[in-house]
């Protein structure tokens, strides 16, 4: 066995070691090989197993009665900020979101908006994700050959429209949105929100200003249904018949809007990264565009934007060789397994035509994504767009990602497009 790489605990978790040097992946690569299932002890941080193979993931993420997603955080959060996530004051803690149920409650919930989902239900959504990539990339084209950051231009702004669209958020409010959840998961980025203010206690009250903005949103659609998820949600009613509770209400459009956001800004900005750096990945797309399918995976599974998920056994549970004790904290790590030698060909390879492509980037089980598909919408919409009318893209300046362990990606990335005639 070699030697752990140093500094290995603070570097899968601490917000910083991401903002500095992103995704830990050679730190993956020697926990797959020597220690798939890893006590970490990080700085400042609950300890948890780290989990970084796919097999392990799997094996948990199906067994929902066993590793709970509602028994504790699913995100791992400082020692010294628990005080204030566990505060009841915080709107936050009042609304009820699927992501943190499990059965049979979270069955009960997902129901309610998971039929908007589907393929079937979403085929009014390709329009509005093919007018939104026309629109990004009418916009992007503005600025000609000038080197411009593709984060602000298009990635964070492609699924803010697509969400606020079928959320019903007006589109004078989608800026105040776009600084609020960037905010709220980017708590430990210098860049972000007021200088030196707490950001896991202004959390508080970015909770509220959410609550106030859905609540408008929901009253209007149950004075005035339309046909989209806003009315759906303002209107839903359980299997028994009962009407959904606000805070379940709420908490669905803080779900449906925080998961959809920085997850799928990231996965394109990670995609235009992947691009810059494998340009002949992007001329084999241009050549041959039926690949997009399998490059949309791809990208998913490279990515990775959900970075992990926390779960907490319920009882004691023999994992492979490890013994984990009821209490205790796993998190699995999905862009280690979507490494994982064991399941992968060449995985280090970015591959825009890989079959089979298992990756893990969406979940598996019980909560796996219930946006997939919206999410591979909006990614191939604008890999439609990016083939038929860019020729080639360059970098133009120093690229930057986000201190923060959970969802992660670029912050800026400077670009320069050339357009094909
Ligand atoms: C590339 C983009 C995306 C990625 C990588 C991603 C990833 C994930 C992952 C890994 C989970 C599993 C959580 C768990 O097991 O605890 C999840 C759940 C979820 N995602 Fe996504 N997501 C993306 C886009 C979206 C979009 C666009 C939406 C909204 C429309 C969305 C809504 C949700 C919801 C509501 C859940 C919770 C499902 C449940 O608990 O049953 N996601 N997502």
Redesign the pocket.
């Known amino acids: 066995m070699t030697m752990a790489p140093d500094n290995l605990d603070n570097r899968l978790v601490l917000n910083h070691e991401y903002g500095e040097q992103s995704f830990p992946y050679e730190e993956w690569r020697w926990l797959r090989a020597n220690e798939p299932v890893h006590m970490t002890d990080a700085e400042n941080v609950q300890p948890f197993w780290a989990i970084t193979k796919h097999r392990h993931i799997t094996e948990i993420?199906s067994q929902p009665d066993v590793f709970s997603?509602a028994a504790g955080n699913?995100i791992l959060f400082r020692k010294d900020q628990m005080d204030v996530i566990a505060d009841e004051s915080n709107p936050f803690n009042q609304m009820r979101v699927?992501?943190s149920m499990d059965p049979p409650d979270?069955r009960t919930f997902?129901k309610v908006a998971s039929g908007f989902?589907t393929p079937r239900g979403i085929t009014r959504l390709d329009e509005i994700v093919t007018d939104t990539a026309t629109l990004m990339m009418d916009r992007l084209a503005e600025h000609g050959d000038e080197p411009v950051d593709f984060v602000e231009l298009v990635a964070q702004r492609h699924?803010l429209r697509v969400l606020c669209t079928i959320l019903g958020v007006p589109e004078a409010d989608e800026d105040r949105l776009l600084e609020l959840t960037s905010q709220l998961f980017a708590f430990d980025d210098p860049d972000v929100g007021r200088p030196g203010e707490d950001r896991v206690a202004a959390s508080a009250e970015l909770g509220m200003e959410f609550f106030t903005m859905f609540n408008t949103i929901i009253e209007d659609r149950r004075a005035n249904p339309r046909d989209d998820l806003a009315s759906l949600l303002a209107n839903a009613t359980l299997e028994n018949g009962e009407p959904m509770g606000l805070v379940e209400t709420l908490g669905y459009y803080l779900?449906?809007f925080n998961?959809?956001h920085d997850?799928?800004r990231h996965?394109l900005s990670g995609a235009m990264a992947a691009f810059l750096d494998h340009p002949e990945e992007f001329a084999r797309l241009k050549a041959d565009p039926s690949l997009i399918k399998t490059a949309v995976e791809e990208i998913?599974r490279w990515t990775a934007?959900?970075n992990y998920?926390k779960r907490t056994a319920l009882r004691d549970y023999q994992l492979d060789d490890t013994l984990i004790r009821e209490g205790e904290a796993v998190a699995m790590f999905?862009g280690a397994a979507n490494r994982d030698e064991e399941v992968f060909d060449d995985p280090d390879r970015f591959d825009v035509g890989r079959t089979p492509n298992r990756h893990l980037?969406?979940?598996w089980a019980e909560?796996?994504?219930?946006?997939?598909h919206?999410?591979k919408a909006s990614i191939a919409a604008l890999l439609e767009q990016m083939v038929e009318r860019v020729d080639s893209i360059e970098p133009a300046g120093d690229r930057s990602v986000v201190s923060a362990s959970f969802v992660h990606g670029y912050k800026h990335l400077p670009v320069r497009v050339n357009w094909s005639s």
């Not at 909560?367 to 997939?372: E, I």
């Open positions: 993420s997603s699913i699927i992501i979270h997902r989902f699924p779900i449906v998961a959809g997850t799928t996965s998913v934007p959900v998920m999905y980037g969406f979940g909560h796996y994504c219930l946006g997939a919206l999410a």
